[in-house]
């Protein structure tokens, strides 16, 4: 129902704001859920009206969609709306009055430090892959990458005389991220075998280059490899993923003295106000800072 709209929306998505292919991915199916709704009522995008997208997020309540992924859903269909309104397709925005409903940020399961140092001893045991495995455990949390960043990385991938790495985030934003030895000495032993990985003729512009339709190590093979990995520890494997290990890179960072400002240029992020999900982390420091240190803490 009216693709051509959709095209013309996420080719606007990759020339103006050049957004990446998850992002555009992302779109497009919530788009579609929208058409598959207003199909059941007989409408269609040119005469949707207000109440309609209010109809169509209470669908997605009944559904048992969270709240964050109804508030996403909603904001890809208002800026929907506003690309056809600015393009002169419609003369108003139905859903710009719609509100979002309320969102709890919720962080993903906790990894300590001895569950990460668990799967740095169990890919060290790992006989199939395990040089490139330790590479992107070692610099997926060093740096706290997304795993779209770590698995497009390029070849060369290091700046700045070997100590950062050049990272393309969201919005194809640049950033340097320090790599530390450790990191440094597994991606040595990796860029040795590299080329075992690439597809025929021995050449790849990436970092981790396989023989997918991509070009490099996929997202959902790499997790795949971590969930493997879990399996040969005492961690569930439904608690480790690649967002989880960038998530104990924020967490172990910060509860050993780093400033949210840093952790926010590390991870990426273009608003500090998302970094602040991590801010309980702070505060468990301080508590700790004023019961270890403060002069009255052994008082009795």
Known sequence: MHGHLHEKFIEM??????????????????????????????KDCLNVEQQDISNFIQTLDQQGLSSATQARRLSAVKQFFAFLLLDDIRTDNPAMNVDAPRTQRKLPQHLTVSEVDQLFDAAEE?????????????????????????V????????DEDNFLIVRGKGNKERLVPVNAASKAALSDYIKVRENY???????????????KQGHLTRQRFAQMLKKLATRTDISPS???????????????????????SLQKMLGHADISTTQIYTHVLQERMIELVQSHHPLADAK
């Open 13 to 42: 998505l990759v020339l103006e704001r050049n957004s990446s292919p998850n992002t555009v991915d992302g779109y497009l199916r919530d788009l579609r859920e929208l058409d598959q709704y207003l199909a059941t009522i007989g």
């Open 126 to 150: 790992e006989i199939e892959d395990s040089i490139r495995l330790k590479a992107l455990l070692h610099l997926l949390y060093a740096t706290g990458m997304r795993v779209t960043e770590l």
């Open 152 to 159: 497009t990385l390029p070849f060369p991938p290091m700046a």
């Open 198 to 212: 690439c597809p025929q003729g021995g050449y790849s512009k990436f970092l981790f280059p396989s023989r997918s």
């Open 239 to 261: 608690r480790v993923s690649p967002h989880a290990l960038r998530h104990a890179f924020a967490s172990h960072l910060l509860a050993n003295g780093a400033d949210l400002r």
